[in-house]
């Protein structure tokens, strides 16, 4: 048997295109102190919690200790904001998955199109992960068909409005101290955004079990049975469903970071157990077709790092399109989920027990494949955007 040979790239990170290079110093050594936190007290706290569904209250404070409740208001740069979600993502996508969306839909909604008096009520606590919020959005009978299916109603009344309809899918549903409600406007048609406190009479939200993949990520059905709000509920700037999209442009654009960091990891639980499992008299890393799993691996999470880092100078230049966002969401997803299916194979049995990690990461993915929009949705996205031609309708 021949040794391994030691290992010529600098994991873990899997940074392998070193786009940590291009960040100022102070945001390299801010990304450096997330990761440590990440690697050494996150990771080894997430597999059985994902076995189990449990959400992971205790985990909050060390992310909010290190900024990640409003990580993306911060000022910090589109890249490094990118690579955090990336690292998140690589540790534990449900994490990655509530960090995102507290961030782009939830603290961002609120800082953009909210009231001076609804940041001040809100943001505090939100930005301390001391409450949390749910985005409330997707229905039981619309999903990819939101936009012009939507049916949760807002009622006007003499001093405020009234809430009727269900949601479903509603991720912290369950947990969340505030909802952003996305409901028509009864007397004009229009979605316009509320914010709901989750004790307001008439909010009932029951949690979405034998889920097979961000399983720590809790998701809600969630029923409106006529929630009276007062007037100042409604998010002034949130008065069309064009505001919503706008804010899921860079949510999709974080997806496409999720699928960078999904990859990392498998790359990084792949070879670590390439040299560590031995068949025939020697380590699976010296077998040609798990050679060939690693480098097909590396080329996608180039491919999608290359990309994401273009996403990033487009958002910096205040270039960012709906077809990028919906490209690289549907291709990062892709290629994630073809690392996943790499990734599994190459570990045989132990492909599918959790404490390996990998088939975590491959139910995960499933998951970032259909959310903010599916693979085919986004898809529809692009080529209109490229031929003007809907094939929506
Ligand atoms: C883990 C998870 C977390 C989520 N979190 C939230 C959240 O916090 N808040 C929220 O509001 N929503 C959330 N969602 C909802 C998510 O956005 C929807 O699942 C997604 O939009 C797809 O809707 P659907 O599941 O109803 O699938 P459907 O719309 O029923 O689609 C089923 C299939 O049909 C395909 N399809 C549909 N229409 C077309 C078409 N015109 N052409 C071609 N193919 C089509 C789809 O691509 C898909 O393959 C979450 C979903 C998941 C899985």
Request: aromatic share 6%; net charge negative; charged share 20%.
């Amino acid at each position: 048997m021949t040794a391994a040979p030691a290992p010529t790239v600098a994991l873990p990170h899997s940074d392998l295109l070193e786009l940590r290079g291009r960040l100022d110093v102070a945001e390299r050594e801010r990304l450096e102190r997330i990761e440590e936190h990440l690697r050494t007290v996150v990771r080894p706290a997430v597999v059985e919690p994902w076995v189990q569904d449990r959400f992971t209250p205790e985990l909050l404070p060390g992310l909010a200790e290190l900024g990640l409740g409003h990580v993306f208001t911060d000022g910090s740069s589109p890249l490094f904001q990118g690579l955090v979600h990336a690292t998140l993502a690589r540790t534990d996508l449900s994490l990655s998955a509530l960090v995102g969306i507290h961030n782009e839909l939830i603290v961002a909604t609120i800082a953009t199109l909210g009231s001076e008096e609804q940041k001040r009520r809100w943001l505090p606590s939100l930005e301390r992960f001391e409450s949390l919020g749910a985005f409330c959005l997707t229905e039981p009978d619309h999903g990819s068909d939101i936009a012009g299916g939507l049916g949760t109603q807002a009622r006007r009344t003499d001093d405020g409005w009234v809430i009727s309809g269900s949601k479903r899918w509603i991720g912290a549903g369950t947990l969340a101290q505030v909802a952003v409600v996305w409901a028509r406007d009864a007397e004009d048609g229009q979605i316009k955004g509320f914010l709901v406190p989750t004790d307001a009479p008439g909010y009932r939200a029951r949690k979405i079990e034998h889920k097979t993949g961000l399983k720590i990520m809790q998701n809600a059905d969630i029923v409106f049975d006529d929630v009276a709000l007062p007037a100042d509920a409604m998010l002034p700037g949130a008065t069309s469903f064009a505001q919503a999209n706008g804010l899921l442009l860079a949510s999709r654009a974080w997806v496409g970071w999720q699928g960078l960091g999904a990859q990392q990891g498998v790359l990084e639980v792949l070879r670590d157990y390439a040299l560590e499992r031995e068949q025939f008299g020697k380590p699976l890393a010296g077998f040609q077709i798990i050679q060939q799993h690693l480098a097909e691996i590396a080329g996608n999470l180039c491919a999608t790092a290359g990309m994401m880092a273009q996403i990033a100078d487009l958002q910096e230049a205040d270039r960012l399109t709906m077809l990028h966002a919906a490209t690289a969401k549907a291709t990062a997803t892709r290629l994630a989920r073809a690392s996943a299916a790499l990734g599994r194979d190459a570990l045989g049995g132990n492909g599918i027990v959790a404490d390996f990690e990998m088939t975590k990461i491959m139910n995960d993915v499933e998951a970032i494949y259909s959310y903010e929009g599916t693979y085919a949705i986004n898809s529809l996205i692009a080529a209109r955007a490229l031929t003007g031609v809907s094939a929506f309708c």
